[in-house]
């Protein structure tokens, strides 16, 4: 049977500079120990058809899972539904650009995207620490992709309202600046575009 999960996702993102990481690290006892290592690769059509709908497309590989996220813009949150790949689906996907049966690949034809137009945009390789903080999650993640390095700051909350409130204090302690993170997909996009031209 198809594992296949779908949940709204509640989350506030900043861009940090390496000091700042650096710093929240120290202040959260995370070591280098505390950190894993996951590829995302981003798929979209040539005409880029999901950007264009703010929807975003990947497979996370950590290690020995492969997991299948499709991200949709849902009043004012992201839903985001999931598909747990076998080795072979990941390859032929990442390889091949062909799209594994399900969930995912029924809610890409819904949107009126040919599945089989998909191709691979890009990977990005994220190393992350992830630790419970006040009544969500905080994830401290350093991105790598093509020659861009960058620091971010995430907190999932489970409630919108007090989530920002968190998330704001929490900006504010530590002396930090807001500064709003395009996605992933997005800096990769960008970073993909700036080495062309």
């Known amino acids: 049977m198809r594992r296949m999960t779908q949940e709204l996702e509640i989350e506030y993102k900043n861009m940090l500079t390496a000091e700042e990481f650096t710093t929240l690290c120290t202040e959260f006892g995370q070591k280098t120990s505390s950190f894993f290592k996951q590829v995302n690769y981003y798929f979209d059509t040539p005409t880029s058809a999901l950007k264009n709908r703010k929807t975003v497309l990947r497979i996370r590989d950590a290690g020995n899972q492969h997991d299948f996220t499709l991200k949709q813009p849902r009043n004012g949150v992201i839903l985001e539904t999931h598909q747990q790949l076998d080795d072979e689906e990941s390859q032929s996907m990442i390889r091949l650009g062909i799209v594994p049966p399900g969930e995912i690949e029924q809610s890409i034809t819904k949107m009126g995207v ?3 137009q998909l191709v691979l945009i890009g990977e990005l390789a994220t190393k992350r620490a992830q630790f419970p903080y006040q009544s969500g999650e905080l994830f401290l993640d350093h991105s790598i992709y093509l020659d861009h390095n960058d620091y971010e700051l ?7 309202r007090s989530g920002a409130d968190i ?6 302690a530590h002396s930090i600046p807001r500064r709003p993170s395009k996605s992933k997909m ?3 996009y960008q970073a993909i575009q700036e080495k062309r031209s």
């Open 114 to 116: 040919d599945a089989d």
């Open 154 to 160: 995430e907190y999932e909350a489970t409630d919108q």
């Open 167 to 172: 998330f704001n204090a929490l900006l504010h």
């Open 186 to 188: 997005l800096r990769l």
